[in-house]
T-cell receptor
Framework: AQSVTQPDIHITVSEGASLELRCNYSYGATPYLFWYVQSPGQGLQLLLKYFSGDTLVQGIKGFEAEFKRSQSSFNLRKPSVHWSDAAEYFCAVGAVTNAGKSTFGDGTTLTVKP | DAGVIQSPRHEVTEMGQEVTLRCKPISGHNSLFWYRQTMMRGLELLIYFNNNVPIDDSGMPEDRFSAKMPNASFSTLKIQPSEPRDSAVYFC???????????FGSGTRLTVV
């Protein structure tokens, strides 16, 4: 069975500072990995995804994530955070099946200080 | 593309009433998922369909919940009878395949009083 752990429930960073959100996964084969963002009152939006190839993937809104197989991690990063990045972030792992089911982590809430 | 469309956006109903939530997935997406989100339990997968067929409904909390997908462009989630503990935001999501990730709708905020 696949699972995802996001160790940080809540993170606060200052505007302009760098950001790293942690994600650890458990899956027996090569996983599909995703990061989503949810702004208040909105649905989740896909930020980026990884399946194979370059382990550093670029996404929308200036985000990137790095896949590290040895650490079973897929951490999300952004070099300079903007106030509009305040939101909840979800990491997800997918199974290689037709139905496309993903398992989501519990989320990390990001607060941005001015 | 209008994205995944959910209706209604907000629903307030009295305990014991039937509630029907609706979802129109993106055309060409062959998998559809229903999620429930609350502060206490986070994001929970209720049921998902592939090619209009229910694949896994183990997340449906009780027999009061049922879901259908009569065709590729429409799905419903029904709660009968509704209870206050069903109050949550219900999301529908669709995908053309695992590699692509999900596209979520804007959700239906359900309040049962």
């Amino acid at each position: 069975a696949q699972s995802v752990t996001q160790p940080d429930i809540h993170i606060t960073v200052s505007e302009g500072a760098s950001l790293e959100l942690r994600c650890n996964y458990s899956y027996g084969a090569t996983p599909y990995l995703f990061w989503y963002v949810q702004s208040p009152g909105q649905g989740l939006q896909l930020l980026l995804k990884y399946f194979s190839g370059d382990t550093l993937v670029q996404g929308i809104k200036g985000f990137e994530a790095e896949f590290k197989r040895s650490q079973s991690s897929f951490n999300l990063r952004k070099p300079s955070v903007h106030w509009s990045d305040a939101a909840e972030y979800f990491c997800a792992v997918g199974a290689v099946t037709n139905a496309g089911k993903s398992t989501f982590g519990d989320g990390t809430t990001l607060t941005v200080k001015p | 593309d209008a994205g995944v469309i959910q209706s209604p956006r907000h629903e307030v109903t009295e305990m014991g009433q039937e509630v029907t939530l609706r979802c129109k997935p993106i055309s060409g997406h062959n998998s559809l998922f229903w999620y429930r989100q609350t502060m206490m339990r986070g994001l929970e997968l209720l049921i998902y369909f592939n090619n209009n067929v229910p694949i896994d409904d183990s997340g449906m909390p009780e027999d009061r919940f049922s879901a259908k997908m009569p065709n590729a462009s429409f799905s419903t989630l029904k709660i009968q009878p509704s209870e206050p503990r069903d109050s949550a935001v219900y999301f529908c999501a669709s995908t053309p395949g695992q590699y692509y990730g999900y596209t979520f709708g804007s959700g239906t905020r359900l309040t049962v009083v």
